[in-house]
């Protein structure tokens, strides 16, 4: 059967100007990417990167650490007391050791979450959360000796035990020395103890209080934000005004692509009209008629417009969504956000396609729409890097013009590249055979029939492009006579006729009709 060849050159210059106003153009206009997205996030917050001048202000204001202030804390003293009685009653332990307070010990209650480190902590300040409270809930304080409350100072436990696992080896040494002398000065007997304190450090222990006390402190900083008012009034507003944008975009990049492809179809006419009789008045109505064949062209595609800025509006506000998330757990670069937004373009896409199947498609031909749609997806992604790359590298006057135009085209060649794939590609053919096995007898029918629909049109083409040569009166007289028949056996006697006078060769016997679908089922 005879396959209709694609335009290549057409193809790829539709995919070319589209990307270019679109994904390449309209885009950088309307976007303005940032690192970290467009919404604040702890994660984001804790690296100094903000995407509101609201929250680093507040950042930068937040007052100065107050010892005292951390450590009159209500719970902090009331902790203090419970402490102080389970010493007396010899049943007070040291958190970092494991071992029981002697009466004569001296303990401390320690902060595990360093106070100076919480007050200071830039996701706490984001989630507008006291600090005093959270460094004196009651999952952040332990008792231990004074020794290494004193030597952990503000530093992290992790940072503090690296620290004594690191001074370990000296400090048994210096424990040994002073043991093997058969008298101590008072000096030298603190000292002594000092050490012992430091060696009996459980780092197992420390390390998992840590890890406890820093997920309740996250864990409660993140509910705290995530779950506010302010974080989800921040998403609906950024997540709306992206889908406007990604909506606006979309319709002006068609409205766009679809006058330039009008002007350049009405460019060799003008050009005919002016090359060798040019004129004010003549070439301004040429352009005067370009513009309302545009703006013919613009209405008949109102509807088609209209669904673009739709789908553009929801994919916008899906990509928008989906780069707060992921900030969540890590900081997105530029790029990556507009990654985001150009698949969440085609992601769209294909969903709509598969949930409502205006074409009513069998389930191969669906797969492999989808399939074309997701891949120029991909093409689009692989465009927005090689762009981010040439514009690097074109450190010179129009280089982002044409960092754009090398994205773009590199964007089309991809498309049409996958798009030949996916039709010609052999893998790909067997997966879509394969799928179109759960056809029913009706389906393929229907397929069949509009195969031979497709190849009967093949052959009209063909016919129109030869030159009968025919005498117009003849040709005016037969359809006459065709025209006026009455029924369909004094049709076909006519046509039988006019085949047989002028010696064209059919490729089935005229009036016989198994030969006809002998033919048919040929092609």
């Not at 005879?2 to 050159?9: A, L, T």
């Not at 514009?391 to 590249?417: H, N, R, V, Y």
Request: charged fraction near 25%; glycine fraction near 4%.
């Amino acid at each position: 059967m005879m396959k209709q060849e694609m335009d290549w050159g057409e193809e790829l210059h539709n995919t070319v100007v589209k990307s270019l106003v679109t994904s390449f153009g309209l885009d950088f206009l309307l976007f303005k990417d940032n690192v970290g997205g467009d919404v604040d996030t702890v994660h984001n917050a804790r690296q100094n990167i903000y995407a509101t001048d609201r929250e680093r202000i507040k950042k930068e204001q937040n007052s100065k650490y107050d010892s005292h202030e951390y450590h009159s804390h209500a719970n902090y003293i009331e902790t203090n007391r419970q402490g102080k009685i389970a010493h007396q009653a010899n049943t007070l332990k040291d958190a970092y050791t494991g071992e029981i307070f002697a009466q004569h010990d001296k303990k401390n209650l320690d902060h595990v979450i360093a106070a100076n480190e919480i007050h200071h902590d830039q996701g706490r300040i984001l989630a507008e959360l006291s600090g005093t409270d959270l460094a004196n809930d009651s999952s952040n304080l332990y008792f231990t000796n004074e020794t290494l409350n004193k030597s952990k100072k503000a530093s992290s436990m992790s940072d503090f035990v690296n620290k004594l696992q690191n001074e370990l080896t000296q400090t048994r040494q210096e424990i040994a020395i002073l043991k093997q002398k058969k008298s101590l000065t008072d000096q030298e007997k603190k000292s002594l103890e000092k050490l012992e304190n430091k060696e009996k450090a459980n780092f197992n222990k420390m390390l998992e209080i840590d890890k406890k006390a820093r997920a309740k402190y996250e864990r409660t900083v993140n509910i705290a934000y995530y779950t506010s008012s302010k974080f989800a009034k921040d998403v609906a507003y950024q997540s709306a005004l992206s889908g406007f944008k990604m909506g606006t975009r979309q319709m002006l990049g068609l409205i766009l692509a679809e006058a330039w492809f009008e002007l350049r179809d009405q460019f060799p006419s003008i050009y005919a009209n002016n090359k060798y009789n040019f004129s004010i008045k003549n070439f301004l109505n040429d352009v005067n008629n370009v513009f309302n064949a545009i703006w013919e062209r613009i209405k008949l595609k109102f509807k088609d417009f209209f669904n673009s800025f739709k789908d553009g509006a929801v994919s916008g506000a899906l990509s928008s969504v989906t780069t707060t998330v992921t900030n969540i757990f890590f900081t997105t670069q530029k790029m990556l956000g507009k990654m985001i937004r150009e698949m969440w373009g085609h992601i769209t896409a294909a969903i709509k396609l598969i949930f409502c199947n205006p074409n009513s498609l069998p389930l191969g031909q669906l797969v492999k729409e989808v399939s074309k749609i997701i891949s120029a997806g991909i093409s689009v992604v692989c465009g927005t890097a090689i762009y981010s790359i040439c514009s690097q590298l074109f450190a010179f006057p129009f280089g982002t013009e044409l960092s754009a135009f090398c994205s773009a085209l590199a964007t089309g060649i991809l498309t049409l590249a996958f798009n030949h794939y996916l039709d010609k590609g052999t893998l790909p053919q067997k997966i879509w055979a394969f799928l179109d096995k759960f056809k029913d007898k009706y389906e393929r029918t229907l397929d069949f029939f509009k195969a031979v629909n497709a190849e009967l049109d093949n052959y009209l083409k063909e016919l129109a492009r030869l030159e009968f040569n025919m005498d117009t009166q003849q040709l005016a007289s037969f359809t006459l006579h065709l025209t006026t028949t009455n029924n369909e056996l004094e049709r076909s006697f006519l046509l039988k006729e006019e085949v047989t006078r002028r010696g064209i060769k059919l490729p089935f016997e005229a009036g016989n009709l198994e030969s006809v679908n002998s033919w048919l089922k040929s092609l």
